[in-house]
């Protein structure tokens, strides 16, 4: 008999996996565990892992927690990383490698895609303009440059798929991942199966391969008793929906419409939750859906946080000491500007692209390339909130930071500095395992996942104010013109 009910929120990122038990009622965090993935390919362009190693990360996660926990979990559910095709056989083993949403091989296969159509066709379509990350451009990069997989595939996955796979045995999405396919129409709800025969030619042979998108409180099932087994839980846990990792931090942030998101990871994101859909035809702005029967416009970028991490190893210092060195730098108007595009960029859609540091001299400081390093990831993700603007997203409200960037204080102060007004950095920076954890609720409760986050302390944190006498518009236009100067043809 169930003492205390729990549930499980995982996120599966593109580094690690993370799970959090909370309690059902009151969300109260009870547990936490993370563990690397370790089978991974990242040479630039190409980014691939093994799908094993992200359930070898959950089971190593849940290994972690108590007999007496696990005993308690009800419910589970997952976040994982966007855009990524996991393709797998009949016999229900992987074919490839899934290829992830930062390989940029498939650059060529998405420009093919867009020239079928137009950009508005597209945007019309399935809300967004695909890019390289998209998955239904690393579907046609498969289908082209091995073909001779095209007739063993027998299901298609996101990577949230394949773990909800792997725990219930139900081939399921949601329509929040869904959208970042290229075959989906998030407001619509349904598969656009016109869309997908531009990569596969006949649709018909496929549409059977790929998952059924679920609603937002709607269960894949109850887990089976190999992954109960594995995972050391009881075989009448049910697994919830699952959702992209994004969708997964707006859930677990309780977003309002209007609201905004700046997310510090590997990659970075700009968003902000909406009650109507967006159709961006310059392709900035991807149209998503979210986790709780909305929409999710977000922009987002490809160097974030490892272009720090980088720039540390340039200086010798880790991430706490670059962010002290950007700190005790004083802003100049001569200072150094970094456009981080290091592993190309994904907005503006520049995938063969490289950084470049503007402005040095003999006397540039450590301190100045440390704060460059800072602004230009910032600047990019600034951008893209103006690009949500201009598509009519409304994004008036307060600004979050998160992401494992907002634990930086550089990073904080900075995105202080160019906002020009305080942000919200959440005391809880598992905003999307918190996210699954929600869903986990909603399924064991069979309440709507938006009613389970209003019921739990979400998006509670500390304000940063901006410091005063430091302009971010001077910041941003000194970084404009660089970029304008070094990507002419990506700075519309």
């Avoid at 999710?296 to 970028?301: D, E, F």
């Avoid at 064991?444 to 986050?453: L, N």
Wanted: charged share 20%; net charge negative; proline share 7%.
């Amino acid at each position: 008999m169930v003492n205390r009910a729990l549930v499980a929120g995982v996120d599966s990122s593109t580094q690690s996996t993370k799970v959090e038990l909370r309690e059902l009622e009151s969300g109260k965090l009870v547990a936490r565990a993370s563990a690397p993935h370790t089978h991974t390919c990242w040479d630039p362009p190409v980014s691939e892992q093994d799908p094993g190693t992200w359930w070898e990360a959950l089971v190593e996660c849940f290994a972690h927690f108590a007999d007496a926990d696990r005993a308690d979990v009800v419910a589970v559910s997952v976040a994982g990383q966007q855009h990524g095709l996991v393709l797998v056989g009949e016999d229900g083993a992987v074919l490839r490698p899934a290829k992830l949403w930062n390989d940029t091989t498939s650059a060529p296969q998405a420009r093919g895609l867009v020239a079928r159509h137009t950009p508005e066709h597209w945007a019309q379509r399935c809300g967004s303009v695909p890019l390289a990350s998209f998955t239904i451009a690393k579907l046609a990069w498969v289908l082209e440059h091995e073909p001779e997989l095209a007739d063993q595939i027998a299901r298609i996955m996101l990577p949230h798929d394949w773990l909800t796979w792997r725990l219930s045995g139900a081939h399921v999405s949601d329509r929040g991942d869904a959208s970042g396919t290229g075959w989906f129409d998030p407001a619509g709800n349904e598969l656009a199966a016109d869309l997908l025969g531009l990569a596969v030619g006949d649709p018909g042979d496929w549409l059977s391969r790929l998952p059924r998108a679920l609603q937002p409180d709607e269960a894949a099932g109850p887990i089976t008793g190999e992954a109960a087994a594995g995972l050391g839980l009881d075989d009448s846990v049910l697994v919830g929906p699952g959702t992209g990792d994004n969708m997964g931090a707006a859930l677990g942030l309780g977003l309002q419409p209007g609201d905004a998101v700046i997310s510090l990871g590997t990659s970075g994101t700009a968003y902000s939750v909406s009650r109507t859909p967006t159709n961006d035809p310059s392709g900035a702005v991807a149209g998503f859906a979210d986790a709780a029967g909305g929409y999710l416009p977000l922009v987002c970028t490809l160097n974030a946080t490892r272009v720090t991490d980088t720039v540390a190893q340039w200086l010798g210092v880790d991430a706490a000491g670059l962010a002290e060195l950007a700190l005790a730098c004083d802003d100049s108007p001569d200072s150094p500007v970094l456009v981080p595009y290091f592993d190309g960029e994904r907005t503006p859609d520049l995938p063969d692209a490289a950084g470049v540091l503007a402005g040095l001299r003999n006397d540039t400081t450590r301190e100045e390339l440390a704060l460059a390093a800072h602004d230009g990831v910032l600047c990019g993700l600034f951008d893209g909130l103006d690009a949500l603007r201009t598509a009519g997203v409304v994004a008036d409200g307060r600004l979050h930071l998160i992401g494992g960037g907002a634990r930086s204080a550089a990073y904080r102060e900075r995105a202080a500095v160019l906002h020009g007004e305080p942000i919200l950095v959440p005391g809880d920076d598992e905003t999307v395992a918190l996210g699954a954890a929600v869903q986990a609720a909603s399924v064991a409760t069979g309440r709507h996942p938006a009613d389970v986050a209003a019921d739990w302390p979400l998006g509670e944190g500390a304000l940063v104010e901006p410091p005063s006498g430091v302009v971010g518009e001077d910041i941003r236009a000194r970084y404009a013109d660089q970029r304008r100067k070094a990507f002419p043809s990506g700075s519309e």
